[in-house]
């Protein structure tokens, strides 16, 4: 569990970086983006835009706690109005304070490599919770691949946009994208089920197929995933051509595994599954959250994507546990792991952000020589 220290030229490469990004969504751009320079404004001037990050990850958190105490891992059981609203409530509040830190950073002249860090790296956390809120929201069932669909298509979805965040050095959004009209009609959901009840979900559209609303609803965020999963090869065909386009491919077969093993876990031994669905979900959850952030890393210190150890053990220890014939033993793997790579995301985090926050002498929760009001 050893993580050597980033090199001094690593550390030197966060002060030539540079985010780019271009969001093509309507939605931010007509409406949240410009209310939000306003709103801004109002923000007192020593609120750092990195507890600002930290206090919009939190909403997620209480919201996938009161969401799981109505009714824990069972994705077949209808929600109460009231965390139907909070599901979708504290969404918004995720979405406004997510958009609002960066505005606050360059208000105060705090916008920092290690700022970009903090935003993405909280990010990574806030898709699993809100994969959790979603999935409880759209009652996806327990039985079959729909319970694993809205993780599916986030974890990939994300990852994708990471990667091609690595790969052409600009991370874009275009008209219709998750973490702008996404975010927003998960709060609209919320709302709407809150007033309405959580019947609607349950309406059964395809008798054959077992398909409802919310199932199909599902299928529209797998499909979502997947067209990051196009955006990506599309965008490195037109800028590198064919072969770095295959190369893309081959590089990504490892985090394939993450998401469709499972799936496939899931078609042959849905008994175990459904008893113990949740420490499979948190177990590629956390193989998700480790590669992605070392990733977001790697951007930033403009470094080489190479063989991630953690990630190798993590995703071979993963697929071997699922396929142990006795459950017993397959279930105590599987917590072991989980505490193995709960213990190391945490310390690689904790020393990546050490780093690159002494490296640029930066407090990480304060506002660093804020000017003077004009």
């Given at each position: 569990?050893?993580?050597?220290?980033?090199?001094?030229?690593?550390?030197?490469?966060?002060?030539?970086?540079?985010?780019?990004?271009?969001?093509?969504?309507?939605?931010?751009?007509?409406?949240?983006?410009?209310?939000?320079?306003?709103?801004?404004?109002?923000?007192?001037?020593?609120?750092?835009?990195?507890?600002?990050?930290?206090?919009?990850?939190?909403?997620?958190?209480?919201?996938?706690?009161?969401?799981?105490?109505?009714?824990?891992?069972?994705?077949?059981?209808?929600?109460?109005?009231?965390?139907c609203?909070?599901?979708?409530?504290?969404?918004?509040?995720?979405?406004?304070?997510?958009?609002?830190?960066?505005?606050?950073?360059?208000?105060?002249?705090?916008?920092?490599?290690?700022?970009?860090?903090?935003?993405?790296?909280?990010?990574?956390?806030?898709?699993?919770?809100?994969?959790?809120?979603?999935?409880?929201?759209?009652?996806?069932?327990?039985?079959?691949?729909?319970?694993?669909?809205?993780?599916?298509?986030?974890?990939?979805?994300?990852?994708?946009?990471?990667?091609?965040?690595?790969?052409?050095?600009?991370?874009?959004?275009?008209?219709?994208?998750?973490?702008?009209?996404?975010?927003?009609?998960?709060?609209?959901?919320?709302?709407?089920?809150?007033?309405?009840?959580?019947d609607?979900?349950?309406?059964?559209?395809?008798?054959?197929?077992?398909?409802?609303?919310?199932?199909?609803?599902?299928?529209?965020?797998?499909?979502?995933?997947?067209?990051t999963?196009?955006?990506?090869?599309l965008?490195?065909?037109?800028?590198?051509?064919?072969?770095?386009?295959?190369?893309?491919?081959l590089?990504?077969?490892?985090?394939?595994?993450?998401?469709?093993?499972?799936?496939?876990?899931?078609?042959?031994?849905?008994?175990?599954?459904?008893?113990?669905?949740?420490?499979?979900?948190?177990?590629?959850?956390?193989?998700?959250?480790?590669?992605?952030?070392?990733?977001?890393?790697?951007?930033?210190?403009?470094?080489?994507l190479?063989?991630?150890?953690?990630?190798?053990?993590?995703?071979?220890?993963?697929?071997?546990?699922?396929?142990l014939?006795?459950?017993?033993?397959?279930?105590?793997?599987?917590?072991?792991?989980?505490?193995?790579?709960?213990?190391?995301?945490?310390?690689?985090?904790?020393?990546?952000?050490?780093?690159i926050?002494?490296?640029?002498?930066?407090?990480i929760?304060?506002?660093?020589?804020?000017?003077?009001q004009?």
């Amino acid at each position: 569990m050893c993580i050597s220290p980033l090199s001094q030229q690593k550390l030197e490469n966060l002060k030539y970086f540079k985010y780019r990004s271009t969001d093509d969504s309507l939605l931010y751009n007509k409406c949240m983006s410009p209310c939000l320079n306003k709103l801004v404004n109002y923000l007192p001037r020593w609120l750092a835009p990195n507890l600002i990050t930290i206090i919009s990850l939190s909403f997620n958190i209480i919201a996938a706690y009161i969401s799981w105490s109505d009714g824990g891992f069972d994705f077949s059981l209808k929600l109460k109005s009231s965390t139907c609203f909070v599901i979708g409530f504290f969404q918004l509040v995720y979405q406004l304070l997510d958009n609002i830190d960066g505005k606050q950073a360059r208000r105060t002249g705090n916008s920092t490599p290690f700022g970009m860090l903090m935003d993405h790296g909280c990010d990574v956390f806030t898709n699993i919770f809100t994969a959790y809120n979603l999935s409880k929201l759209l009652i996806v069932g327990n039985d079959g691949c729909f319970s694993f669909s809205v993780f599916f298509g986030l974890i990939l979805g994300f990852y994708m946009m990471t990667y091609e965040e690595y790969k052409l050095g600009e991370m874009h959004f275009p008209p219709i994208n998750g973490t702008d009209e996404g975010n927003f009609f998960i709060f609209l959901l919320g709302v709407f089920l809150s007033i309405v009840g959580h019947d609607p979900m349950t309406y059964i559209i395809s008798s054959k197929f077992s398909i409802t609303v919310g199932k199909l609803i599902a299928l529209f965020v797998v499909l979502g995933g997947f067209s990051t999963v196009f955006n990506l090869y599309l965008h490195t065909y037109k800028k590198k051509g064919a072969k770095e386009a295959a190369k893309n491919f081959l590089d990504n077969i490892p985090f394939y595994g993450v998401v469709i093993i499972p799936l496939l876990y899931i078609k042959f031994h849905l008994e175990f599954y459904q008893s113990y669905k949740w420490i499979i979900l948190v177990n590629a959850c956390l193989i998700f959250a480790r590669v992605t952030i070392d990733i977001q890393i790697k951007i930033l210190t403009n470094d080489e994507l190479s063989c991630n150890i953690m990630f190798v053990f993590s995703n071979i220890a993963f697929i071997l546990s699922l396929f142990l014939q006795v459950e017993s033993v397959k279930f105590y793997t599987l917590i072991l792991l989980f505490a193995v790579q709960s213990v190391e995301l945490g310390i690689f985090i904790f020393t990546r952000a050490k780093e690159i926050s002494d490296y640029l002498q930066i407090r990480i929760f304060c506002i660093n020589n804020p000017p003077s009001q004009v």
